[in-house]
Structures are given as C-alpha cells and as structure tokens.
C-alpha cells in the first residue's frame, strides 16, 4: 500500500473558509487576521482574553 504524499492530501482536503472555523472556535472575525480564505493570525488580545 503507497502512501500518499502531503500534497495530494492537501489537493484533496475540502477546506472551510477561516471565518467559519473561528466561529467554530468562539473566535470572533474582528480577532482574525487573514492570509487567504483558508488561514489567518488570532489577534494577541484574543489570546491574553482566554489565557
């Protein structure tokens, strides 16, 4: 059985927007910052908010 590489996995995930997996999360869109439809920072204040 072969394995399959990491970019085939990546090609074949069905990714989510990232404002609907921080809501998910209980992260609010004004504490995301994105890069992209699929990825983004957590603002530092949301951070310290939880920690």
Request: aromatic fraction near 4%; hydrophobic fraction near 35%.
């Given at each position: 059985m072969?394995h399959k590489?990491?970019i085939e996995?990546?090609?074949?995930a ?5 404002q ?8 609010p ?7 992209g439809?699929d990825k983004?920072?957590v ?6 908010s939880?920690?």
């Amino acid at each position: 059985m072969a394995h399959k590489t990491d970019i085939e996995i990546a090609r074949e995930a069905n990714k989510k927007p990232i404002q609907e997996i921080g809501d998910g999360l209980g992260i609010p869109g004004e504490h995301l910052l994105p890069y992209g439809h699929d990825k983004a920072k957590v603002s530092q204040d949301f951070i310290n908010s939880v920690q």
